[in-house]
């Protein structure tokens, strides 16, 4: 509001915008509020505790596989934000089960959400229309699609050392 009023705006000027904006990303608003009400719902009703209880059943590779968890998060749902919503209380059950600190494996999901960002599609429709390059998405997707495996693996097995060796 401050940053409007320096810039000139009037206060009508401003409010028509902010409902302007709004009706500009009403889809992604609504798209983000059913990511978290799904995030939600998998708590409430104990999805999460399942899951983690099953994912607890790989033992001593789950640092590694948790890791894996927030990518394929990121992969699928476009955001880190959202796949912490989803996966965090699965992370946090399971590495309680596996005696792991739960902060770290809460970490692990958000780090290897990070490297899920370059494979996920609405990044890669970004760049290409960014950078008018389009039509090459899949281009771009076989491009970074090895980088992105190769990048998860690495933090995957450095969570590994973060859980058993430091």
């Known amino acids: 509001l401050l940053a ?6 009037g206060p009508v000027r401003l409010v028509k915008n902010y ?14 509020s059913a990511m978290l009400a799904l995030g939600t719902l998998t708590r409430f009703s104990g999805l999460d505790g399942t899951l983690g209880l ?31 919503v989803l996966f965090g209380g699965l992370q946090k059950i399971t590495a309680q089960q596996l005696h792991l600190p739960p902060v770290l494996m809460a970490a692990a999901n958000s780090t290897g959400g990070v490297m899920g960002k370059m494979v996920d599609t ?5 760049a290409a229309t960014a950078t008018g390059w389009y039509g090459h998405e899949g281009k771009i ?13 690495m933090v995957g097995i450095l969570v590994m050392l973060q859980a058993y060796v430091w």
């Open 4 to 9: 409007g009023l320096f810039m000139g705006f």
């Open 19 to 32: 409902f302007r904006t709004l009706w500009v990303v009403r889809y992604s608003l609504i798209t983000i």
């Open 54 to 84: 099953a994912f607890a059943r790989t033992g001593f590779l789950y640092p590694f596989f948790g890791t894996a968890l927030g990518w394929l998060g990121v992969a699928a749902t476009g955001s880190d934000t959202a796949s912490n």
């Open 122 to 126: 609405q990044s890669i429709v970004v």
């Open 141 to 153: 997707l076989r491009f970074v699609f090895w980088n992105s495996i190769a990048l998860v693996t």
